[in-house]
């Protein structure tokens, strides 16, 4: 049986790339338990044929009644890093530190594993191209982040972090 880092994701379709990201949004599901549940978090692929813009419209006019964006931006490698820490890890119920960074090696392994089509040469594209930021207030949430991360021009994986009104205090 192979390991995650022998795997081979260059021969994945978009159906195994979504199996793959099924289990990275199981794994954000386990966090947001360890957050008491003062956060709802995710992952999803979407089909982004067309652009970013029209991927995360849909989703959003899926899910919300109204919404609002605040902000939308590209981001680098280290903007995503800090936007995950403080969304997720920071929030985490854990005392012990050697314990959130293995989480946090957990979720960029499943990351890694989604993202790269070529793993020898370690080409991620949110190392290599950033993400979209998006930063959006809706009827559900008083504070929704978005993170688009292109991955192949056919798909794009979409993690989100939320908090709505009764999870603020």
């Known amino acids: 049986m192979k390991t995650f880092a022998e795997v081979d ?3 994945f379709n978009l159906l195994e790339k979504s199996v793959l990201v ?9 966090l ?5 549940y003062r956060l709802d978090c995710g992952a999803i692929l979407l089909e982004t044929k067309l652009n970013l ?9 899926e899910r919300f009644e109204k919404f609002l964006i605040e902000e939308s931006s ?16 920071s929030r985490l119920i854990l005392s012990d530190a050697g314990i959130v960074d293995m989480m946090k090696f957990d979720f960029l392994d499943y990351f890694n594993l989604v993202c790269l089509d ?4 370690n080409d991620n594209p949110l190392y290599r191209n950033g993400a979209k930021y998006i930063s959006v207030k ?24 939320g908090k709505s009104d009764s999870q603020c205090s």
């Not at 947001?32 to 008491?36: G, I, N, P, V, W």
Request: with cysteine; proline share 3%; glycine share 2%.
């Open 32 to 36: 947001r338990r360890l957050t008491s």
């Open 74 to 89: 590209q981001i680098d490698i280290q903007d995503a890093d800090r936007i995950i820490q403080d969304s997720i890890f």
């Open 53 to 61: 813009e029209s991927a995360i419209n849909h989703f959003l006019n």
């Open 138 to 161: 809706t009827d559900l949430y008083v504070d929704l982040k978005l993170m688009l991360i292109k991955l192949n021009p056919e798909c794009s994986i979409l993690i989100f972090f």
């Open 9 to 11: 994701v260059s021969k």
């Open 118 to 121: 070529e793993p020898e040469n």
């Open 22 to 30: 099924g289990a990275m949004d199981g794994y954000l599901q386990s």
